[in-house]
């Protein structure tokens, strides 16, 4: 059974897919690599939480740092602009 904190996981992965879809096509460049790297970073936080027991999970939080990183520097640059 998943944990709440999965499926709130999971809400927001899908949320913010779906405000990047419509970023896509509203012509909004500006919070383009914010949503995108936030719908990686989401996305690498699911699956390092479903495999976590494993031998992959290694990998998948290597990848999660790599994305949060990248999200936190799209941040910076999005408020530096």
Excluded: C, E
């Amino acid at each position: 059974m998943k944990s709440r904190f999965q499926v709130v996981l999971l809400t927001l992965t899908i949320f913010s897919t779906l405000l990047l879809i419509w970023a896509g096509f509203s012509g909004k460049n500006d919070i383009f690599p914010i949503l995108l790297t936030f719908v990686v970073t989401l996305s690498m936080g699911n699956l390092m939480l479903q495999n976590r027991h494993n031998k992959a999970f290694q990998l998948y939080r290597v990848a999660f740092g790599f994305a949060s990183v990248s999200f936190l520097l799209s941040v910076a640059l999005f408020v530096v602009r």
